[in-house]
């Protein structure tokens, strides 16, 4: 596999045994730039340690936002920020943007293709990848949310759907072009909904001449029997209200059978539709096979009190990557427990290093869950402190952007979100494909012509 790894400065990349090289500071190798992997760096800022962060990508991913990506409400360049720029501060920290295809934990090599980069402490923060439940080719059909190629694709395929149905003019041929169906009602697919809903309704009504772009159907569908289901039941069933106020019909207890490209099967119901989206679980990622360690079902490798791996006590894995415990209680899979664990495996490696007492057990400290539909809703669930409505929305509205890793970013989003507010406008409603590309994931209804010259 051909690999790309570029500035790596001091580190020195080659095949061989640790002790191929002169002694120096431990060399600490973090996988992943997501929360978990830039907050372990972060920690290790003032460690006299080599810090080494490889990603795939040359950018953090603010993934709670996504979803504004693939509704044209952001830019991928608002909720994303070279990884070099976030770090560029920290002069114990280099970045190599490759892919990992393994690590050797025996020789304490990391692979990227026929490089290798040894390593005296390596902390896995490889973050989870979507999962069909064993119906992988659904994927072609029902793409996932996880990374800004995904959110573009799917904002180009919402968009596209407005621009073929007005070439096609005809509400009842082209009901399956404007049906949107989302597998999973999570926070991406509640959000994601209400956000499509919104759209169509209040920023494209205007636009078009010949569709009247509120005839949409979204649809969210659920195999439980209510959404949200991490909320408690009332803020369920007032984020449900929410929805179905903005036109989207939720479809609860409801399995889905079969997806192809003429639509979805639920609960034995065939519904045409040209866009379904998967928003319904997700699996780790193949840390748990490199290492050859103990997972679980979700492929999330089983971790000791401190977040090493219990064979191997100079290797972490942390955020969606680990089957994390506190308390005894499983931690959540969020962007707040990613950021927890990250830091707290560089301070452990930082008390190895200096020889300070070894830290107390990993403990999350949850500082609740939201979620928002719309301009002017959300949910907020802070232990038993449950709030909803415009005081919740305006909660997320500070959080999220408290938590944006760059200034310039935090500002763009806040002016970006005002706008939408106070014009109903949305700022990045842009379709990247061309027509005719063999990129296109649609294909075209045949061209139709008017008096009014439309071809």
């Known amino acids: 596999m051909n690999t790309t ?9 080659k095949s061989g045994e640790k002790g191929d090289r002169p002694d120096t500071l431990p060399r600490v190798v973090i996988v992943g730039g997501g929360f978990a992997g830039i907050e372990a760096a972060r920690a290790l800022a003032r460690s006299p340690v080599q810090v080494t962060v490889i990603d795939r990508t040359n950018h953090h991913l603010f993934q709670p936002l996504l979803y504004q990506v693939a ?59 979507q999962t069909y439940f064993g119906k992988d080719e659904w994927a072609a059909i029902a793409p996932g949310l996880k990374s800004v190629l995904d959110a573009v694709q799917i904002r180009d395929r919402v968009l596209r759907s407005f621009e073929q149905a007005e070439l096609q003019g005809d509400a009842q041929q082209c009901s399956d072009i404007l049906t949107f169906v989302l597998v999973g009602a999570g926070p991406t697919g509640v959000e994601l909904a209400g956000t499509i809903a919104e759209m169509a309704r209040l920023t494209l009504k205007s636009e078009f001449r010949r569709i009247d772009p509120a005839c949409i159907r979204v649809i969210l569908v659920q195999a439980g029997p209510r959404i949200l289901p991490a909320f408690s039941e009332h803020l369920s069933a007032e984020a449900q209200k929410a929805l179905e106020d903005l036109g989207v019909e939720v479809r609860l207890n409801c399995r889905v059978e079969d997806i192809d490209e003429g639509g979805v099967t639920v609960a034995g119901e065939r519904i045409p539709c040209r866009n379904v989206f998967w928003t319904a679980g997700v699996q780790a990622s193949p840390a748990g096979k490199w290492l050859n360690a103990e997972t679980d079902r979700a492929g999330r490798v089983t971790v000791k009190p401190d977040l090493s791996v219990p064979q191997y006590p100079n290797v972490f894995v942390v955020g969606d990557t680990a089957q994390m415990e506190s308390d005894g209680k ?13 830091r707290y495996a560089g301070q452990v490696i930082d008390a190895r290093v200096c020889g300070k007492p070894a830290l107390p057990p990993f403990r999350y400290v949850d500082l609740g869950s939201m979620a928002t539909i719309g ?49 109903r406008e949305r700022g990045s409603r842009i379709i990247t494909v061309p027509v005719g590309s063999s990129l296109t994931s649609q294909a075209l209804p045949q061209p139709i012509s008017d008096a009014s010259g439309v071809a």
Not at 330 to 342: D, R
Not at 414 to 423: D, E
Request: hydrophobic share 50%.
């Open 5 to 13: 790894a570029t500035d790596l400065a001091e580190v020195e990349l």
């Open 71 to 129: 509704a044209a409400t952001l830019s991928p360049s608002d909720i994303a920020s070279p990884i070099r720029q976030i770090l560029r501060s920290q002069k114990n920290a280099t970045v190599a943007m490759a892919e990992v295809t393994g690590v050797d934990p025996e020789r304490q090599l990391v692979f990227m293709g026929d490089r290798t980069l040894p390593y005296d402490y390596l902390v896995l923060a490889t973050g989870a990848q």
């Open 330 to 342: 499983p931690v959540p899979g969020l962007a707040q427990a990613a950021m927890q664990s990250g």
């Open 375 to 423: 301009r002017k809703f959300a949910v907020m669930q802070v232990g038993n402190i449950q709030w909803s409505g415009l005081p919740a929305k305006l909660a997320w509205l500070v959080v999220h952007i408290a938590v944006l890793n760059q200034l310039e970013n935090q500002l763009s989003v806040l002016l970006q979100w005002t706008w939408t507010y106070l014009t």
